[in-house]
């Protein structure tokens, strides 16, 4: 068995979509970043290389690759999941997310499920959990980035 974790933060800008999990989730701000910003993916896909020892997401998707600009997320974790992962498979996955609004409570069933999905996972294998900052973290307090943090137990 090998673990792995995995984190990553955008900010929130103006006139970009909020995308967690693979999730659309209404807000008026969204992440900036060069691939469609999915924070959380981001940090399981950093998971699951830190728990192979392949690297980080920007070793494998670089942002300075213009293929990746505006990319699916989703799709980044599933060719991480078809090239990289064998002859391991995802033993079980938890992520926490930090963002101060909107709040996430009514989404984290469908963030689940997306995720259990695109992973080929049962839902019992994926935990994902949502906090606020409690107004600190600077950026993320004042409601103007996200984190996420993911562990991933890969098995052969």
């Known amino acids: 068995m090998r673990i792995g974790s995995g984190w ?23 992440e900036a970043g060069h691939s469609d910003g999915d924070v959380l993916i981001h940090a ?19 942002d300075t690759d213009p293929t990746y600009k505006n990319a699916d997320s989703q799709e980044l974790l599933k060719q991480i999941l078809e090239h990289e992962l064998s002859p ?4 079980n996955l938890d992520t926490t997310i ?5 709040k996430l409570r009514e989404h984290i069933d469908v ?7 695109i992973m080929h996972l049962d839902l019992e ?23 996420a943090y993911a562990t991933v137990l890969i098995s052969p």
């Open 88 to 91: 391991y498979s995802i033993t």
């Open 98 to 102: 930090i963002l101060q609004r909107p």
């Open 125 to 147: 294998q994926v935990s994902v959990k949502a906090k606020t900052s409690e107004g600190m973290l600077n950026e993320v307090g004042s409601g103007n980035a996200i984190i």
């Open 8 to 30: 990553d933060i955008h900010a929130l800008v103006p006139n970009r979509t909020l995308i967690i999990g693979g999730v659309h989730i209404p807000h008026d701000k969204g």
């Open 44 to 62: 399981i896909i950093d998971a699951i290389l830190g728990a192979l020892a392949k690297g980080d997401i920007g070793s494998h998707f670089p």
């Open 111 to 117: 963030i689940r499920q997306n995720l259990a999905k």
